[in-house]
């Protein structure tokens, strides 16, 4: 198991909601991605913190929204809940100038 | 855009024989290649990766094969065995920059006892 942990585990929410995940990277990783997985894909990469500034974003709107803290962990924010976006959450840790990302074992958001 | 193409989206083969698992990416800047195993419920673990400037790498029964002029590259798994049921993602990273890793749609293997 990687040192990558996540909460909740589970979430309920209902459309117009809004959410936010936590992730706590590995000691000393400073390097935290967010990917949303749909059930049967790929996870899908929606953005990446490094020192606490955002480092690279994908094709999310920005009602996706992020923080990393002085301690490298993370928050994932989502606004204004719709239906799709229930998939499984991810965040991946890694060293600045390694390539290995160490994923958490996610977070599951279901929408009502 | 940056796409990565992930090739059979099923495979079922005979414990003991082999399994082939192919990908293809549209990023030239591309230079990192790992693959995930991710089992049911669970998070993607980490089996293997390779860099740009290597071709071939190999881990006890896992291997894995690259060809930057195809832009592609390739799971192989030996000796399959029952524990090797799971679903198996490639991934693609510029390695520099911003560290994301573009995803294949995934490969679910199956394993028959």
């Known amino acids: 198991e990687t040192g990558v942990t996540q909460s909740p585990t589970h979430l309920i929410k209902t459309r117009g909601q809004q959410v936010t995940l936590r992730c706590s990277s590995q000691s000393g990783h400073n390097t935290v991605s967010w990917y949303q997985q749909a059930l049967g894909q790929g996870p899908q990469f929606i953005f990446q913190y490094y020192r606490e500034e955002e480092n690279g974003r994908g094709n999310f709107p920005p009602r996706f929204s992020g923080l990393q803290f002085p301690n490298y962990s993370s928050e994932l924010n989502v606004n204004a809940l719709e239906l799709d976006d229930s998939a499984l959450y991810l965040c991946a840790s890694q060293k600045s100038s390694y390539n290995e990302q160490f994923f958490g074992p996610g977070t599951r958001l279901t929408v009502l | 855009g940056e796409n990565v193409e992930q090739h059979p989206s099923t495979l079922s083969v005979q414990e003991g024989d082999s399994a082939v698992i192919k990908c293809t990416y549209s990023?030239?800047?591309?230079?990192?290649f790992p693959w995930y195993k991710q089992e049911l419920g669970k998070r993607p673990q980490l089996i293997i990766d390779i860099r740009s400037n290597v071709g071939e790498k190999k881990d006890q029964r896992i291997a894995v094969t690259l060809n930057k002029t195809a832009k592609h590259f390739s799971l192989h798994i030996t000796e399959t065995q029952p524990e090797d049921s799971a679903v198996y993602f490639c991934a693609a990273s510029r390695g520099s920059g911003t560290y994301k890793y573009i995803f294949g749609t995934g490969t679910r293997l199956k394993v028959l006892a």
């Open positions: 990023d030239s800047a591309s230079n990192y």
